[in-house]
Nanobody, 127 residues
Framework: QVQLVESGGGLVQAGGSLRLSCAAS????????MGWFRQAPGKEREFVAA???????????DSVKGRFTISRDSAKNTVYLVYLLMNSLKPEDTAVYYC?????????????????WGQGTQVTVSS
């Protein structure tokens, strides 16, 4: 059974930091591109960051570039971990953040390319 479980969300003041984690199991996720997306109330889901299968390449939305960092760990007991370190948070970063996995060869910014999704974790940044 494929599972992607996000954690680490919460309430933080503007300028603060959070680290989101995604625990992926049920597939060999080392062969998957991993991404983070977010959806704010009343808005469409948008791309935040993606990391290649090897972890050697990362991609970011312009709105988070220089503030967010995506990374991934190798499997531990068949669970793969992907992280999103978020610094200098702004109120406009408030959203539900989703972890996703894709079998594409090259990291994608398109949500349609992702095959598996987590349930999301809420991030709220107060001004």
């Amino acid at each position: 059974q494929v599972q992607l479980v996000e954690s680490g969300g919460g309430l933080v003041q503007a300028g603060g930091s959070l680290r989101l984690s995604c625990a992926a199991s049920g597939r060999t996720f080392s062969s998957y591109v991993m991404g983070w997306f977010r959806q704010a109330p009343g808005k469409e889901r948008e791309f935040v960051a993606a990391i290649s299968r090897s972890g050697g390449s990362t991609y970011y939305a312009d709105s988070v570039k220089g503030r967010f960092t995506i990374s991934r760990d190798s499997a531990k007991n068949t669970v793969y971990l992907v992280y999103l370190l978020m610094n200098s948070l702004k109120p406009e970063d408030t959203a539900v953040y989703y972890c996703a996995a894709a079998t594409v060869t090259i990291a994608s910014r398109r949500s349609d390319d992702y095959d598996y999704w987590g349930q999301g974790t809420q991030v709220t940044v107060s001004s």
